[in-house]
C-alpha cells in the first residue's frame, strides 16, 4: 500500500459544486500539506498543517478550506468549485528530522 | 521567504549529450535544496537533496547537483541524457516559516532527441 493514499485519482464536478479531496498517510508524519499543480506554474502550497490543531494558510489559500481529521488524514475541500480550480491535487507529509517528503500520486481535479 | 527560480521553462537535449537544468534560490538562512522529477500522468519522485552535507550530491538515474553558496545555485547535471529523461524537473527549497513546506520552482520540461 502507498504511504500517501489521495482519493479520488480522477474528478469532474460542475461549477458551485462542493468537493472535498482527501488524504491519509502511514507515514507517522505530524506534518502534511496541500499543493496544486498547473502547467508552468509548478506546485504551489494551499494549506499546512503542524498537526491537528495546527493548520496555516499557504501562497493560494482563497476558495480553499481544509480539515485534519486526525494526524493521518487531511482533508482539502472547494466549497464551491469554479473552473480556473481546475488543476492538479498533490498530499505531501513530511518527516522534519531527516527532511524527508512523501508525496501522494495526486488528483486530477476538472471543473466544468 | 524562500524562493528558486528555475531558468528555462523548456531544455532540449540529444541522446548522449550533457544535461544541466539551472536553479537558483533566495534563502536567507542555509537552504535544504531538492530536485524533483515527474514523469507524465505520474506524481513526485526525488532525484536527490541537499542538507548542508557535500556541496556536490549524487542522485538516483545519474544525476547530480552541485549547491554554490557563491552563485546562490543548485544546477542539475547528468552527463549523458538518455531517452527515458524527458520529464518535467521541479527545484525545490524548504521552507522554514511555512512549516517546512517544499516551496517549488515553476519546472522545466526536458525533451531527449534521438
Known amino acids: 500500500d502507498a504511504d500517501v493514499t489521495q482519493t479520488p485519482r480522477n474528478r469532474i464536478t460542475k461549477t458551485g459544486k462542493r468537493i472535498m479531496l482527501e488524504c491519509s498517510q502511514t507515514?507517522?508524519?505530524?506534518?502534511m500539506y496541500w499543493y496544486r499543480q498547473d502547467p508552468g506554474l509548478g506546485l504551489r502550497l494551499i494549506y499546512y498543517?503542524?498537526?491537528?490543531?495546527?493548520?496555516n494558510k499557504g501562497e493560494i489559500s482563497d476558495g480553499y478550506s481544509v480539515s485534519r481529521q486526525a494526524q493521518a488524514k487531511f482533508s482539502l475541500s472547494l466549497e464551491s468549485a469554479i473552473p480556473n480550480q481546475t488543476a492538479f491535487y498533490f498530499c505531501?507529509?513530511?518527516?522534519?528530522?531527516?527532511?524527508?517528503?512523501?508525496f501522494g500520486s495526486g488528483t486530477r481535479l476538472t471543473v466544468v | 521567504a524562500q524562493s528558486v527560480t528555475q531558468l528555462g521553462s523548456h531544455v532540449s537535449v540529444s541522446e548522449g549529450a550533457l544535461v544541466l537544468l539551472r536553479c537558483n534560490y533566495s534563502?536567507?538562512?542555509?537552504?535544504?535544496l531538492f530536485w524533483y522529477v515527474q514523469y507524465p500522468n505520474q506524481g513526485l519522485q526525488l532525484l536527490l537533496k541537499?542538507?548542508?552535507?557535500?556541496?556536490l550530491v549524487k542522485g538516483i538515474n545519474g544525476f547530480e547537483a552541485e549547491f554554490k553558496k557563491s552563485e546562490t545555485s543548485f544546477h542539475l547535471t547528468k552527463p549523458s541524457a538518455h531517452m527515458s529523461d524527458a520529464a518535467e524537473y521541479f527545484c525545490?527549497?524548504?521552507?522554514?516559516?511555512?512549516?517546512?513546506?517544499?516551496?517549488f520552482g515553476k519546472g522545466t520540461t526536458l525533451s531527449v532527441s534521438s
Open positions: 541537499y542538507t548542508s552535507a557535500a556541496t
Open positions: 505531501a507529509t513530511s518527516d522534519l528530522g531527516r527532511l524527508g517528503y512523501t
Open positions: 498543517s503542524f498537526d491537528v490543531k495546527d493548520i
Open positions: 507515514k507517522g508524519h505530524d506534518r
Open positions: 525545490a527549497v524548504s521552507e522554514p516559516q511555512a512549516g517546512t513546506a517544499l516551496i
Open positions: 534563502s536567507s538562512v542555509p537552504p535544504y
